[in-house]
C-alpha cells in the first residue's frame, strides 16, 4: 500500500484549517488594533472574547464528532482547538488587566469582585490555563487516571464562559430581550454538547451507529465493525 | 471683564463665553441647517445634486473652546461621528455611520403634547430659528464605560417646555424617537420595545444643562449623532440622551423607558453617572476617554454635581439608580 502524505489526510487538513483561521484571526485581530480609531481597547476585548468561546466549542464538538459519527480526525485536532481557545482567553484577559486597566490594582479588583461577571470568566481562564499545561504528553503519562479527571473541567468551563458571554451584552437573557440571540445560541450549543457526553445517551448513539455500520457492511463482508471506545 | 477664577469649581455656563466667531457663526450654521435640509428633500426627490453627508469631517468644523471646562480635550469630529450607539441601525458602534446617511430629517416635526396649555407641533426650522442656538461643551459617559467631550449646538429644553407651558400636574416628561422601520430596520426586531422611549423628571427637565441639540462642532447634527434634534443630558450615562426626537409628552407619572423595559433590574430610570454604584453586572467606578489608553476615574455626576446634585437631595441613589 502506497503511503499518503499525512498533511492530506483528513486529520492532517483539519489541523492546517485550525492553525490558519487560529493565527489568522490573531493577526487580524493585532491588525485591527492599530488601525482601529476610536476604541481599540473595548473591540480587541469583545473579539478576542468572541474567539476564544468559538473555539472552546470547536474543541467540545470534536469528542462528539467521534461517537456519534464515526469521524476519528476531529479527536486529532480536539487539543489544538482547545490550545487556541486558550491562547484567545489569554489575549482577552491579558488587553483587560494590562492595556485597559493598566495593571491598576485598585481599579482592577473593583472590576473583578464587586461583581461577579469578570470572576465567572476568570474561574474558566483558570480552568483552561490548568488544561493548557497540562495538555502535554508528559502530563497525561504522569497524571495517569487524574489526567482525565482534570480536563473534564472544560465542562465546567464551557458553560461558565457562555454566562460570561450573556452576562457581557445589552439586554437580558431570562427576560428575552435585547441582544440575545447569539449567547443563547451559544448556550444552546453547549448544552447539546454536554448532553451528547452523557454516558446513556452516548452509548445509545455507539450503538446505533455501530448497528447502522453493521447493516452497510454485511451485504458484502461479514467482519465485526469497529467498537469505538469512549473519549472523554 | 468677568472674572473666571470665581467659576473655577464649576463648569462656566457655556452662553457666558461664547465667543464671538462662534456666536456669528449660528447663523451660518442655520443656514447649513436649511441647505442640508434642503439637499435631503432633493435627494429623497430623485435628484443627484445633494450628496449625504459623509461620515469623514467637514473642512470647516467651528467650536468656541478646545477643550471642556475641566481642560480635558474636546474629541475629534471623525471620533465623535464614527462610534455611536444607535440600535435602531446597528449593535455595532462602527458601522451605524454608514447605515444610518440616508435617514431623512426633512420635513420633521417635533409634537410637544400632553398635560401643557399650549400642545404645539413644531417644524425643525421653528426650532432652530425660535429658539437661540448656542454651543455647549459637553462630556458624555456611556453606560459601557467609555467617554467623550463633545461641542453641541443646540438650546435648552427649558426653553421649548416654557412655550407650551406645563400645567401644574405635569411631573415628568416622557421623549419618543422616531418609530420608521423602513428606515431604521433593527426596528423590525422584535426583542426591543420600539420606538426607543426615555424620559425625565420635570426638574431634571427644566435645569439649564439639559440641552436639545440640533449640531455638533458648529455643523448640523449628523444621523448617527441624532439628527436632526436629540436629548443631551450630560449628567447621565449616554443611554438617557435619545435621537431623533419627534415626540416630547408632559405626563403626569414616571414614565416606562427603553432600557428600564429590556432591563428593568439593570437599568435605572435616574440613570444618573456615579461612580459609587455598580451596574447589576460590572463597576462604573472608571471610564476610557476615547482617543486615550488608560482609565480615569469616573466623577459623580459625570463632574455636574454643582449643577444638579440639589436636584437628588434626600434621595437614595442607590436605590434610585
Known amino acids: 500500500m502506497k503511503r499518503k502524505n499525512k498533511w492530506l489526510e483528513p486529520a492532517g487538513l483539519l489541523r492546517i484549517a485550525a492553525h490558519t483561521l487560529a493565527w489568522g484571526l490573531l493577526a487580524w485581530l493585532v491588525w485591527s488594533f492599530f488601525d482601529d480609531p476610536i476604541n481599540p481597547i473595548q473591540a480587541t476585548i469583545q473579539r478576542s472574547g468572541y474567539y476564544a468561546l468559538v473555539f472552546l466549542v470547536l474543541s467540545l464538538t470534536a469528542t462528539p464528532l467521534n461517537t456519534w459519527f464515526g469521524f476519528r480526525p476531529a479527536l486529532k485536532v480536539r487539543r489544538t482547538l482547545g490550545l487556541f481557545a486558550f491562547m484567545f482567553a489569554g489575549v482577552h484577559f491579558l488587553t483587560f488587566s494590562v492595556i485597559d486597566y493598566g495593571l491598576d490594582w485598585n481599579l482592577l479588583r473593583g472590576a473583578i469582585f464587586e461583581k461577579p461577571y469578570i470572576l465567572l470568566g476568570l474561574t474558566a481562564l483558570t480552568i483552561l490555563l490548568a488544561l493548557a499545561i497540562t495538555s502535554f504528553k508528559w502530563w497525561m503519562k504522569s497524571m495517569g487516571k487524574n489526567w482525565q479527571r482534570l480536563h473534564r473541567l472544560v465542562y465546567l468551563a464551557a458553560p461558565l464562559v457562555v454566562i460570561h458571554y450573556s452576562w457581557s451584552i445589552k439586554g437580558d437573557v431570562l427576560r428575552l430581550q435585547g441582544d440575545i440571540l447569539e449567547p443563547l445560541a451559544f448556550g444552546l450549543v453547549v448544552v447539546l454538547l454536554l448532553i451528547s457526553r452523557l454516558p446513556p445517551i452516548r452509548r445509545t448513539a455507539v450503538g446505533l451507529r455501530n448497528r447502522l455500520a453493521l447493516k452497510m457492511i454485511q451485504p458484502k463482508t461479514r467482519s465485526t465493525p469497529p467498537i469505538e471506545k469512549p473519549h472523554p | ?321
Not at chain 2, 457666558?16 to 447649513?32: D, G, Q
Not at chain 2, 435645569?207 to 441624532?226: E, F, R, S, V
Request: proline share 8%; charged share 20%; with cysteine.
Open chain 2, 1 to 321: 471683564m468677568t472674572d473666571y477664577s470665581k467659576y473655577k469649581s464649576f463648569p462656566v455656563h457655556p452662553s457666558e463665553i461664547t465667543p464671538e466667531h462662534v456666536y456669528l457663526n449660528r447663523r451660518a450654521f442655520m443656514k447649513t441647517a436649511a441647505v442640508v435640509g434642503a439637499g435631503v428633500f432633493l435627494a429623497a426627490c430623485g435628484t443627484e445634486a445633494a450628496s449625504p453627508a459623509s461620515p469623514t469631517a467637514p473642512a470647516d468644523l467651528t467650536t468656541g473652546s478646545q477643550t471642556d471646562e475641566l481642560g480635558d480635550p474636546l474629541n475629534t469630529y471623525e471620533q465623535i461621528t464614527n462610534y455611536n450607539n444607535y440600535y435602531e441601525y446597528s449593535l455595532g458602534k462602527e458601522d451605524v455611520a454608514q447605515s444610518s446617511q440616508d435617514l431623512k430629517t426633512s420635513p420633521w416635526d417635533v409634537q410637544v403634547y400632553g398635560l401643557v396649555n399650549k400642545p404645539q407641533t413644531f417644524a425643525l426650522e421653528d426650532l432652530l430659528s425660535q429658539f437661540t442656538q448656542e454651543e455647549r461643551i459637553y462630556r458624555l459617559r456611556c453606560v459601557e464605560g467609555w467617554s467623550m467631550v463633545i461641542p453641541w449646538m443646540g438650546f435648552p429644553l427649558s426653553a421649548l417646555l416654557e412655550a407650551v407651558e406645563p400645567t401644574s400636574d405635569a411631573r415628568y416628561v416622557r421623549f419618543e424617537t422616531l418609530l420608521d422601520p423602513e428606515q431604521m430596520p433593527k426596528q423590525s426586531s422584535s426583542l426591543w420595545p420600539w420606538p426607543y422611549q426615555e424620559g425625565l423628571r420635570l426638574d431634571e427637565a427644566m435645569n439649564n444643562l439639559t440641552l436639545l441639540a440640533t449640531g455638533l462642532y458648529g455643523k448640523p447634527l449628523p444621523p448617527q449623532n441624532g439628527a436632526p434634534i436629540r436629548l443631551v443630558v450630560p449628567w447621565k450615562y449616554g443611554f438617557k440622551s435619545l435621537k431623533a426626537i419627534v415626540k416630547i409628552e408632559l405626563v403626569p407619572d414616571e414614565p416606562e423607558t427603553f432600557w428600564t423595559t429590556v432591563a428593568p433590574n439593570e437599568y435605572g430610570f435616574y440613570a444618573n453617572v456615579n461612580p459609587d454604584v455598580a451596574h447589576p453586572r460590572w463597576s462604573q467606578a472608571s471610564e476610557r476617554r476615547i482617543g486615550e489608553l488608560g482609565r480615569r476615574e469616573t466623577m459623580m455626576f459625570n463632574g455636574y454635581g454643582d449643577e444638579v446634585a440639589t436636584l437628588y437631595e434626600n434621595m437614595d441613589l442607590s436605590v434610585h439608580y
